[in-house]
């Protein structure tokens, strides 16, 4: 059975960092194709964060370049994303999610307009919880 579990979440303030990780099992890490956070804010549609493939290529949306970094320990079977300088718009539920071994997908993450989007993806947590005071 795969599980994608998240944690590292919590309430800091502006300026603060944070860093969640993604423990899976029943695949190990380094079968999937892509791996990506995703996070959905209070009343928001759901919105890409990052992304890595299996070659280890990442790619980001505008509004967190620069301060987030997605990573991944295949000994370890984790993703992360250490993400620094938050601020309150980053307050938000922030999910792992991963496609399926057995049906990767074509692409993982594009950016377009300073928007990442991403799609098949058949695996995902139920989330941490980011909460980023003024």
């Known amino acids: 059975q795969v599980q994608l579990v998240e944690s590292g979440g919590g309430s800091v303030q502006a300026g603060g960092s944070l860093r969640l990780s993604c423990a899976t099992s029943?695949?190990?890490?380094?079968?999937?194709?892509?791996m990506v956070w995703v996070r959905q804010s209070p009343g928001k549609e759901r919105e890409g964060v990052a992304a890595?493939?299996?070659?280890?290529?990442?790619s980001y949306a505008d509004s967190v370049k620069g301060r987030f970094t997605i990573s991944k320990d295949n000994a370890k079977n984790t993703l992360y994303l250490q993400m620094n300088n938050l601020k309150p718009e980053d307050t938000a539920m922030y999910y792992c999610?991963?496609?399926?071994?057995?049906?990767?997908?074509?692409?993982?993450?594009?950016?377009?307009?300073?928007?990442?989007?991403?799609?098949?993806?058949?695996?995902w947590g139920k989330g941490a919880l980011v909460t980023i005071s003024s």
């Open positions: 999610a991963a496609d399926s071994p057995d049906q990767p997908v074509t692409f993982c993450g594009t950016v377009v307009r300073g928007v990442l989007y991403y799609s098949g993806l058949t695996y």
């Open positions: 029943g695949y190990i890490s380094s079968t999937y194709h892509c």
């Open positions: 890595i493939d299996s070659d280890g290529r990442t």
